[in-house]
């Protein structure tokens, strides 16, 4: 399996991008990884939020294939504790998908299309963070999966 980290925007603080290199690199001995970003859209002002997410959605779409499994980091999604989160990833290993999509939207979330094709959400705090600092928080937490289900000592309980 392949998991893919499908974002919307460039993350810009170079100490985020750092330390979402680090986990990355850190998950490659795992499981085939990668992030793809999406561009932001240019000339939003005269967009409306539903036109915005719309063009979003395209894009992301274009982006994902018909077995894909696909995961929108969401507000309205489910929460899990770290060990929860692992035995999750294990149960989406042992599926027949070859490719597991992990969206993190625009500023104002995803369209009804993106809610429609996606096969569930995941919400990583009640807490709102940036789309930048989301990424860093997933990256971490999806390495901390893979620690547990390899019974690593970088998780404690």
Known sequence: MK?????????IDSNLISL?????????????VEMTVIPELKNTKNLSESEQK????????????????????????????SV?????ISKKMLS???RMIFVVGGPYGFSQRI???A????????????????????VEQLYRAFTIIKGEPYHHE
């Open 3 to 11: 998991v893919i980290l499908l974002v919307v925007g460039k993350t």
């Open 20 to 32: 979402q290199d680090e986990y990355l690199k850190r998950l490659k001995h795992y499981i085939q």
């Open 54 to 81: 719309e063009k979003e959605a395209d894009l992301i779409l274009k982006n994902i294939d018909a077995g894909d499994d696909v995961i929108l980091l969401d507000d309205k999604g489910k929460q899990y504790t």
């Open 84 to 88: 929860k989160f692992s035995e999750f």
């Open 96 to 98: 027949s998908s070859k």
């Open 115 to 117: 809610y429609a094709r």
């Open 119 to 138: 096969n569930g959400m995941l919400s990583l705090s009640a807490m709102t963070f940036s789309h930048q600092m989301i990424r860093l928080i997933f």
